[in-house]
């Protein structure tokens, strides 16, 4: 399960970048190709951030579709596996979205005084 350590990372680059605010929410985008299951995902980012300031934000996850580009009629081509036929017979995709994975937003508590 790849998925605990890329939310490791995840928690260790939120961490980073809230500087010691509470974090409230985190947006990631993870795209339907990036062989990463978002559920699992999920699940560990409740472990990893026990303990920290993170421990209570709230994880939403964006999944991003599929989308090719076939290099034969240049016409774009869904998908949902890294592999494909465009309608033209063509197998010859370049794949342009979908296998992204992107901290989208860091939503900080902030406290006025």
Do not use: W, Y
């Not at 996850?61 to 009629?73: F, K, M, Q, T, V």
Request: net charge negative; aromatic share 2%; glycine share 8%.
């Amino acid at each position: 399960m790849h998925e605990l350590g890329i939310t490791q990372n995840i928690v260790a680059i939120a961490l980073e970048h809230s500087q010691g605010a509470k974090v409230r929410r985190i947006t990631l985008e993870i795209g339907k190709l990036a062989a990463i299951l978002p559920d699992a995902i999920q699940f560990c980012f409740d472990i990893c951030a026990q303990g920290t300031d993170l421990a209570d934000a709230q994880l939403e996850i964006l999944e991003i579709p599929g989308l090719a580009r076939c290099r034969h009629c240049g016409e774009d081509v869904p998908l949902d596996q890294p592999f494909g036929v465009c309608r033209c017979g063509s197998c010859d995709l370049e794949v342009i979205q979908g296998q992204e994975l992107n901290i989208k937003q860091l939503e900080l508590e902030t406290v006025c005084v």
